[in-house]
């Protein structure tokens, strides 16, 4: 369990139109639609480095972060149905984050998710959250951890570390 004897909710609110849901392996429609993210050249590079390949199956992928962490899949509403858009995992030293559609990308949802986890966060106790790695290119997502408040704490060899103290 990825925080000794915490259960972890089925559903986190976001807002009206977004919500987080706990990761289901069961579900194959989901993973179904993660591998088409996944399978984009240019999100797999903002995630995983500049010589990662796109995926084939995501399965092991989402077995690593739920066990790291708290594994959610970040939901929209879209015509009266709440459907898979992202993937977030809320772990004490990383916070990684993916919104998959590229039509979804600018629209603030990741920084929704994140307001959303750090409350979570708090909730259970944490002294602080980090980010592993942001690599150098992907200026979007530094800047959306900047403007919630986390700070670089090193220079990795292609990017750069973060942290937010919870007081």
């Known amino acids: 369990m990825p925080f000794d004897s915490i259960i972890q909710p089925e559903l986190l609110p976001v807002s009206a139109t977004l919500r987080l849901r706990r990761y289901d392996a069961s579900r194959a429609e989901d993973l179904q639609r993660a591998l088409d993210w996944y399978g984009d050249e240019e999100l797999v590079r903002l995630v995983d480095g500049p010589d990662a390949k796109p995926y084939t199956d995501v399965r092991g992928m989402y077995a690593y972060l739920d066990r790291k962490g708290e594994e959610y899949w970040i939901e929209e509403l879209v ?29 603030h949802i990741g920084r929704q998710v ?54």
């Not at 009266?80 to 993916?98: A, Y």
């Not at 992907?138 to 951890?145: E, G, I, K, T």
């Not at 408040?149 to 990795?156: A, D, N, P």
Request: include cysteine.
């Open 79 to 107: 015509d009266g149905e709440f459907v898979p858009i992202g993937d977030v995992t809320l772990c004490r030293d990383d916070l990684p984050i993916v919104i998959g559609p590229k039509e979804k990308w600018g629209r």
């Open 114 to 167: 994140v307001q959303t986890l750090v409350e979570r966060a708090r909730a259970l106790g944490l002294d602080h959250l980090g980010v592993e790695e942001i690599y150098d290119y992907n200026l979007r997502s530094q800047r959306m951890f900047e403007s919630l408040g986390f700070q670089v704490v090193e220079k990795t060899e292609q990017g750069k570390r973060y942290r937010l103290e919870l007081p």
